[in-house]
């Protein structure tokens, strides 16, 4: 006997039950739902998650904090908050650059300004970030992300120049400072003498005012994040530094706030996040952050999932009850197959082609359910943003991936040929003689 024919004999035998054959179905077509509704969610949201990191940050950057890397182990309460600080010195920075899969880094320290003064116009509070011109102002995977989001035209410095290593007094200026201040013709302001004020009152008394004057020399273009700072030489924020502190040698005694690495690929970032570990410096890294959330997504794709296996378990149970009660009113049919000569074998492939139909039958109504519910969900969500303020489209939409569509059409019937592999095995033990008199 051919598959196909016992494929042909198992679909007509479900015709002829059709309630009972939609019931079973229906069992394990919400299995079925449940699985590929939950895991495609689980899915969707990953994809949307990594996607989202990606925008936020550089996937091959690594940041180093100036603090002690904590052991997880170790009880918290035994932390001396006070002795957590570890101060990254131009020393380190050096060691850090020769680690093994790094492209370059960007050794900072950070400040503000209480005034920034261009012409007749005045910006308070302003963050100034001074860089190691030795090293990188800005990542060139940082500026090749920008320009895949926001367009190949974008650069950095949308007028005028970069800093270079000779820079001191000269700083380039965020262009959403400048747009804040009412300046509108951004080339205006590059040549520009600025000045820089900072206020500062120490034990009650206020200091006379530090002025800094700088010359603009390039505008940060309003696409990247720096764009809302003053960059400048680390000599020229450590004056600042030493002003607020009241102390001389700021660097050497305070450290650079944060080094930012970037590796030369991907696969680099983990091994350079163990070197700086083994410095015994903390670090944070979006690849990192990105395999904590994919084992977190996973273990509750898991958790769901189990709940659909649960279901189909069970259903495979009404497998067993419906094929059993097939067997027995087919008892004489089975008689004269085995008298008609069919095999063990025979039998066998006939129920269990019958039980894969089930399968079949239940897994292509769980996919349907499942297109459904994606369906529901995905309008659900674009009228819950709508009302919430209008947010609109945020880039999420939820979808069922093809492997497991086919994946778990394949499972139903999987399950459906074990659930019964037990009653075709009864029916093709039946003695001919005794089933023909039944």
């Known amino acids: 006997m051919k598959f196909s024919d016992a494929i042909k004999m198992g679909f007509k035998e479900l015709g002829r ?13 919400i299995g079925t ?14 994809s949307y998650i990594m996607d989202q990191i990606k925008q936020i940050g ?18 918290k309460d035994e932390l001396d908050m006070e002795d957590l600080g570890k101060k990254i010195d131009l020393k380190t920075v050096e060691k850090i650059k020769g680690i093994d899969g ?8 950070s400040s503000t300004v209480s005034k920034l003064t261009i012409d007749d116009k005045s910006h308070s509070n302003v963050v100034i970030q001074g860089v190691n011109l030795d090293y990188n102002v800005i990542g060139i995977d940082e500026i090749t992300s920008i320009k895949k989001r926001k367009g190949d035209n974008i650069e950095f410095i949308s007028s005028g120049r970069n800093l270079g290593k000779s820079d ?21 302001v590059v040549g520009k003498e600025i000045t820089l004020t900072k206020s500062e009152t120490s034990s009650g008394i206020k200091l006379s005012p530090l002025e800094k004057k700088a010359v603009v020399v390039g505008i940060i273009d309003s696409n990247f994040e720096q764009a809302g700072q003053i960059i400048g030489s680390e000599k020229l924020v450590e004056s600042i530094g030493e002003y607020t502190t009241l102390q001389k040698n700021y660097l050497e005694n305070k450290g650079y706030n944060a080094v930012n690495i970037y590796a030369k690929d991907i ?22 952050l990105s395999k904590e959330i994919k084992s977190f997504l996973t273990i509750m794709e898991l958790i769901l999932s189990t ?9 495979s149970i009404g497998v067993v009850n419906t094929m059993t009660m097939v067997i027995h009113e087919r008892t004489k049919s089975i008689g004269i197959m085995k008298a008609t000569g069919a095999s063990k074998n025979n039998i066998t492939t006939v129920f269990s082609a019958q039980a894969a139909a089930l399968g079949f039958v239940g897994g292509v109504m769980g996919i349907i359910f499942s297109f459904i519910n994606t369906l529901i969900f995905n309008v659900g969500l674009s009228a819950y943003l709508n009302s919430e303020g209008g947010v609109g489209d945020i880039g999420l939409n939820f979808t069922l991936p093809t492997w497991l569509i086919l994946g778990a059409l394949a499972f139903a019937m999987f399950i459906s040929i074990i659930a019964g592999i037990y009653p075709a095995k009864k029916a093709s033990k039946l003695d001919p003689v005794e089933a023909l008199n039944s």
Do not use: C, H, W
């Open 17 to 29: 039950r059709k309630m009972r054959t939609f019931l079973t179905s229906l069992a394990i077509a």
């Open 33 to 46: 739902m449940l699985v590929v509704t939950l895991v495609g969610l689980g899915s969707s949201a990953e």
């Open 58 to 75: 550089n996937v091959k950057s690594v940041q180093v904090l100036p603090m002690k890397n904590i052991d997880e182990n170790k009880d």
């Open 102 to 109: 790094v492209d370059e880094i960007i050794a900072s320290i």
């Open 168 to 188: 001191v007094n000269e700083v380039i200026v965020g262009e959403k400072i400048l747009e804040e201040m009412g300046i509108t013709d951004f080339n205006t």
């Open 267 to 288: 696969n680099d970032v983990e091994n350079i996040s163990k070197e700086i570990t083994n410095m015994e410096y903390m670090s944070f890294s979006m690849e990192s």
């Open 307 to 315: 709940l659909g296996l649960i279901v189909l378990f069970v259903a």
